[in-house]
């Protein structure tokens, strides 16, 4: 059973930054593609960033300059390194994996979800 356990998320103050991490573990992640989404209050769930298991990684064109996502398959783990947050980056940001190459950014296209961790950014 693959599991997903972020980590990272903090009250940070704005032009702040913060890297996000993501654990799996019970997959062969190399094989996997990994995404980033974030969810605020209302809203639906925001893709991010995704990477895949060869480091191909393509962006939401909102965060491209300001976030970089990365990979670690030794480690099993994926990297959010946001830079520059802004009070609107405020949300809870979850890791995603799903089988194969294709880097998709629906969120209902991923089979495993982490738990989430709370990034609030203050003005």
């Known amino acids: 059973q693959v599991q997903l356990v972020e980590s990272g998320g903090a009250l940070v103050q704005a032009g702040g930054s913060l890297r996000l991490s993501c654990a799996a573990s019970?997959?062969?992640?190399?094989?996997?593609?990994m995404g980033w989404f974030r969810q605020s209050p209302g809203r639906e769930r925001e893709f991010v960033a995704v990477i895949s298991g060869t480091g191909n990684t393509y962006y939401a064109d909102s965060m491209k300059g300001r976030f970089t996502i990365s990979g670690d398959n030794a480690k099993n783990t994926v990297y959010l390194q946001m830079n520059n947050l802004k009070p609107e980056d405020t949300a809870v940001y979850y890791c995603?994996?799903?089988?194969?190459?294709?880097?998709?950014?629906?969120?209902?296209?991923?089979?495993?979800w982490g738990q989430g961790t709370q990034v609030t950014v203050s003005s």
């Open positions: 995603a994996a799903r089988r194969g190459e294709i880097l998709y950014t629906g969120p209902g296209i991923y089979d495993y």
């Open positions: 019970g997959g062969t992640f190399r094989t996997y593609i």
